[in-house]
């Protein structure tokens, strides 16, 4: 096993072999990635005191945090979910193909749904339900409007070119799963 993914209490985490994880990025505990998700360079997912479990074809990029709730919440993210630069995602659900933007925060029990993105900077409170196909910003993140085509495009597009620069780095050596 790779450094950079350790146990907690004698649970180790349950990668899939296709996963992209970079060096630098840290897999601890109770924590289950599917096929083709790719985590970037500072990453920490922290399964400690609960679980995590992350889909297949998931991008979480550079600096972000994914930890859980000791008592009540795990994290759960679906598939082909995108998590942006620096983010904070704590013990909350994100649904199948939605999208967290840049350094936003999904907070204690908050659902983000099918299709819906959150904006850069959002902070979404604890227990708050951001329904498919909205767009929510602001701190704290309300709604703005329904995704437009071009939030659409992006829900769809971005997880297939984040697998496609991690082979790239697993072409060559870098974040191959020990």
């Not at 204690?108 to 904006?119: K, L, Q, R, S």
Request: proline letters at 5%; charged letters at 20%.
């Amino acid at each position: 096993m790779a450094d950079n993914i350790m146990p907690f209490k004698g649970v180790w985490p349950t990668i899939d072999p296709s996963v992209f994880l970079a060096p630098t990025a840290s897999v601890i505990g109770d924590v289950e990635i599917g096929a083709e998700t790719n985590i970037w360079f500072g990453c920490l997912v922290r399964g400690d005191m609960n679980v995590i479990r992350i889909g297949k074809r998931v991008n979480i990029q550079d600096l972000t945090v994914v930890h859980v709730d000791s008592r009540k919440y795990g994290t759960f993210i679906g598939d082909q979910v995108t998590i942006g630069h620096a983010a904070v995602i704590h013990a909350c659900t994100l649904k199948d193909r939605c999208f967290i933007g840049m350094q936003a925060c999904v907070m204690d029990g908050a659902v983000v749904e099918t299709g819906a993105m959150v904006a850069a900077g959002a902070l979404v409170p604890p227990g708050k339900t951001i329904k498919a196909g909205q767009l929510w910003a602001g701190t704290p993140a309300r709604y703005v409007r329904d995704c437009a085509e071009r939030e659409i495009e992006m829900i769809e597009s971005v997880p297939p070119e984040y697998w496609a620069m991690a082979r790239e780095y697993l072409k060559i050596g870098i974040g191959v799963v020990g």
